[in-house]
DNA sequence: CCAGATTTGCTCAGGATGAGAAAAAGGAAG
DNA sequence: CTTCCTTTTTCTCATCCTGAGCAAATCTGG
């Protein structure tokens, strides 16, 4: 059994190549994207040649579009089904998750204006939503699929897992409930080009895994914070609440943080003692290998 | 901040775009990988037009090429730095990781060939390899990246993560103990065209991380199985070994696999009982959410 | 001064995990 | 047939991690 040639195959297969970028920040407790347009639609530039590595080439066009450096860059997935914009032609997109510090302004558009039904912190519009989600899901997937749904939404004694953001993701999809021509609804969510939603959706899942086992939240965060400004950032991310004591207790014994000697008035009870990520310490263990808490309660 | 057109760029990017596979099983208990020739080289063809999946494509090249259905296949990473082969053209592959049942035959390279450092089971070539790699990488580590090296390679306190095997390839790489110009040794491994052993040692750590949330494993074994059988298959992908009571216990308490009530004589012991996967319970589920246990010990 | 809010620390139960001891059940060698 | 060896299988125990609740400490704002 020969292995042939790797030049093997009858269709040459030169196509267009595009470098997407998913960015998000936290702007107070609401994380947000970097996308514009109606419908949105994310930053996308082309490789460059003479760019060495795609990170290089994918900062650079972050850069020149928003005026945006990136800090934390990772590779997500790449999109090269047929017929993914509608067109026949095959069109090949290397997706990255970005994290960039705060911001606002234009083509900052919230996260879960996009997937409505990933933000589970208590809320007044949260309730109505899920409701209405869970019901069009339940009637859809009644019976053959009802496992599968159930798990996912955390129904029947399920945990709800905030990692499985693109598995759901996906079930709508099937569902015909996120079918991007529709109109936007307050529960299903406002509409993207092509299938950028679903890479949205994409980031979102690998962001909320990534932020089970790695530190990641530090390159959303100031050189100096609060234990309970960090807690909000992580909950914002997660979608969903976390015990507080639990929480600090967690931060505390990995040693991922040491006091600044600086505390914070602005908080409105006790004041809080200030922090700052012990770089020194992890960007040595390349960042892995210590954890912060994301929810996973019932 | 308007975000303009993602046509956007001075360089039209139309380059070839490979699919790379890493195609693993495991054969009584040394994984090996589809991969032939002197030097070795991973089977790759092109993105078919008429294909419009991705994994369709791959499927249908290594069917081709190998002989090969594939059972499990999950993208990896995208590879397209430039310079990747020593050309000055961009080449852009798109690698997936596949997992098949137990062959042997020309083609099939015993995976820890390609990378002795990652199998730490005991036996008489581990140890003398081990310390002649640990020599080499204190004496270039020492002493900036000394926290670093003994943070990958389990020293000095810290646990051996088998998750880890891309870092330490990539440690040793940097270190300049596996540039493929130089002739195999013992304990640096055989070298391979290309960037082709990084993709293999890219492969070997998704699959160790993936094994300790979601049971793949079930994708190497045959319909019916003993669990001493199970645990000889991970313990050769994780390249370490587990306390055997702890092992049949996790595999029981999360309900992976059901009794047959067939019993396996040839075990040289105790006959074993044979269980089947309970594939019904977890096709259903995503096959998320499940894990089988790697060890993680000092 | 009091009410409210947030930070901070402590405790406790339950589950998961690492490690060891040992019984059960066969095959192989003598 | 008996003895030894090997593997399977079941228990037990200490420890750590995690979820959850209670309560004290400390400030701001009215």
Same mark, same amino acid.
């Given at each position: ?116 039904? $990933? ?9 109505? @939503?899920? %409701?209405?989600?869970? *019901?069009? #899901?339940? /009637?859809? =997937? ?37 079918? $991007? ?9 406002? @509409?993207? %080009?092509?299938?950028? *939603?679903? #890479?949205? /959706?994409? =980031? ?95």
């Amino acid at each position: 059994m020969e292995v042939p040639s790797h030049r093997y195959g009858v269709t040459v297969s030169t196509v267009r190549v595009d470098l997407v970028a998913v960015v998000v920040s936290v702007d107070g407790q609401t994380p947000r994207v970097l996308a514009a347009g109606a419908p949105r639609r994310l930053p996308a530039g082309p490789l460059r040649a003479e760019q060495t590595s795609l990170q290089a080439s994918l900062r650079e066009f972050v850069l020149e579009q928003t005026g945006h450096r990136l800090g934390f860059v990772e590779q997500l997935y790449t999109f090269a089904d047929l017929g993914r914009g509608g067109h026949a032609a095959r069109e090949v997109s290397i997706s990255y998750l970005g994290l960039a510090h705060a911001d606002t302004g234009p083509g900052w558009t919230r996260l879960y204006d996009l997937l409505p039904w $990933e933000d589970r912190r208590p809320g007044p519009r949260a309730d109505a @939503g899920r %409701v209405e989600i869970v *019901r069009a #899901i339940r /009637a859809w =997937a009644r019976p053959d699929r009802s496992a599968r749904a159930s798990f996912l939404w955390g129904l029947d004694g399920h945990p709800w897992r905030p990692e499985l953001a693109l598995q759901r993701y996906e079930l709508l999809w099937e569902a015909g409930l996120v079918a $991007e021509s529709s109109d936007a609804t307050e529960a299903t969510g406002e @509409g993207m %080009v092509q299938d950028h *939603r679903r #890479i949205v /959706a994409t =980031a979102l899942s690998r962001l909320r895994a990534t932020l089970q086992y790695r530190p990641v939240v530090f390159e959303l965060m100031p050189d100096a914070f609060t234990r309970g400004r960090l807690q909000v950032v992580v909950e914002a991310l997660a979608g969903s609440t976390v015990h507080t004591p639990n929480f600090r207790r967690l931060v505390g014994q990995h040693g991922l943080v040491e006091p600044t000697g600086g505390v914070d008035h602005g908080t409105g009870g006790r004041p809080a003692r200030l922090y700052r990520f012990h770089r020194a310490l992890f960007t040595e263990r390349d960042l892995v290998g210590t954890k912060l808490p994301v929810p996973r309660a019932r």
